[in-house]
């Protein structure tokens, strides 16, 4: 199968430092994966390199055979956490920008999300709790048509109860085509949405691994992913 995205020995640096060192990553249409790695590995730089945020990278980072940021922004959802908007702004103000700048933002999906997250339309960011703050993120990220899907650390904040609601429905919104990549710490909780697990370690790419396999070696997720530190820091 074609792949939706490929990553060619990705290196990026910040101030002299290398943040990401060589990344090689092919993902393919129609795939759960979760990327995983302590705080620092490289996850939401990783997200920022592939949705044309952080640019001067070397490498390449194609999706859908785009390599340049603009066209590749045009196939993927990432919600940047909400940076830019004041705290008084309230979320119709918000959805009204999405419409206007996304052109396959869908009003009517985005009103199913909005129901489901039980948001109203007229409450400013300021009086969002975290949990509220990280399930309009969700609503606005789903509500675009797109290929690539980046959600990171999206749940966080959420409840247990809301945060396994939305995982069970995440896999109905989706298209089937569509890609999502996915970083979290609570990795026994989105482990069975999951196709695939990607870890970073020491700057790279230390495993890509589908959880089929992962299952049949009789591992959980989590047991896999500890194990996999664990026998790198012995
Ligand atoms: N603006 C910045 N300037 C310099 N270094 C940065 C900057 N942002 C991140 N870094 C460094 O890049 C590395 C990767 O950070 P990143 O936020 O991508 O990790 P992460 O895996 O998402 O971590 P977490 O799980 O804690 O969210 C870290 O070593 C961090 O110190």
Do not use: C
């Amino acid at each position: 199968m074609d792949n939706l995205l490929e990553i060619k020995d990705l290196t990026y640096k910040k101030n002299q430092k290398i943040i990401l060192d060589k990344i090689n990553l092919e993902l393919q249409p129609g795939k759960i994966v979760a990327l995983l790695g302590e705080n620092g590995a490289g996850k939401t730089t990783l997200m920022r390199i592939i949705a044309g945020m952080a640019k001067n990278y070397q490498g390449s980072v194609t999706l859908l055979n785009e390599t340049k940021e603009a066209m590749r922004k045009a196939h993927l959802s990432f919600t940047d956490g909400l940076t830019g908007f004041g705290d008084s702004t309230k979320i119709q103000d918000i959805v009204h920008f999405y419409q206007v700048i996304y052109t396959d933002f869908d009003d009517e999906q985005f009103d199913q999300l909005r129901s489901f997250m039980k948001l109203d339309l007229n409450m400013r960011l300021s009086h969002l709790s975290k949990g509220m703050r990280e399930k309009l993120i969700i609503a606005l990220t789903f509500s675009r048509k797109a290929d690539l899907y980046l959600l990171d650390e999206p749940f966080s904040g959420i409840d247990a109860m809301a945060r396994k609601k939305i995982i069970n429905s995440i896999i109905l919104w989706k298209a089937d085509q569509a890609t999502i990549l996915i970083s979290d710490h609570f990795v026994n909780e989105i482990a069975t949405m999951l196709d695939e697990v990607v870890v970073i370690k020491d700057k790279t790419v230390l495993t890509h691994q589908s959880t089929e396999a992962i299952r049949t070696n009789n591992l959980s997720i989590e047991e896999y992913y500890e194990g996999l530190y664990l026998k790198e820091d012995e």
